[in-house]
């Protein structure tokens, strides 16, 4: 029997204009891989603590103080919790709580001459680190796309680089999360 691949749309909730990915994944990937997986073909640093919620039930890294319940993300293969049509809830950051709606589109029979993860489409920039969520998010493109904002210098001197929240690159996006899922 051929592997399972699970094709899934994860998208940012609350942000406006939508910023989402479309990834190929091994249905046997653990939710800590596709945790990883997750953090590079959407942009994320993995600075932050992060979840799954699936049908009710949290999953992460183990809270060794017990402060929050979560099963072991190391435990949980994909293919034992999701089907076509399942989706689920994946929160990164705890302060910012960037939430990601994830929906299963497809699980088919993995092609031979393929190499996965593979990223097949998206659209726009992944947010940056620290910037407060979806709200922040908001003010920062607003104060970056107009010099006359009185915000607009604090938040290029904040962000350190050029930023073009159009951009995306899935080539660039499958390379990053093959070489680090």
Do not use: N
Request: proline share 7%; with cysteine; charged share 30%.
């Amino acid at each position: 029997m051929r592997r399972q691949i699970y094709q899934l749309r994860v998208s940012l909730a609350d942000v406006t204009p939508p910023v989402w990915r479309r990834v190929l994944v091994p249905g046997g990937y653990t939710l800590d891989r596709l945790h990883r997986v997750f953090q590079h073909v959407l942009g994320w640093q993995d600075c932050h603590l992060h979840s799954f919620d699936i049908d009710g039930l949290q999953y992460g890294v183990p809270d060794p103080e017990g402060e929050l319940t979560l099963r072991d993300e190391l435990d949980c293969r994909l293919d034992a919790v999701l089907a076509k049509g399942s989706r689920f809830r994946y929160t990164y950051d705890f302060g910012d709580w960037w939430e990601h709606e994830v929906a299963v589109e497809d699980v088919f029979g993995a092609d031979p001459d393929e190499r996965y993860p593979v990223c097949v489409a998206g659209q726009r920039a992944c947010p940056p680190e620290d910037v407060g969520g979806a709200f922040g998010y908001r003010g920062f493109l607003v104060a970056l796309a107009d010099p006359a904002h009185p915000d607009h210098r604090a938040m290029r001197q904040w962000i350190g680089r050029e930023f073009d929240p159009e951009r995306f690159d899935a080539g660039r996006v499958t390379t990053l999360a093959r070489r680090l899922a």
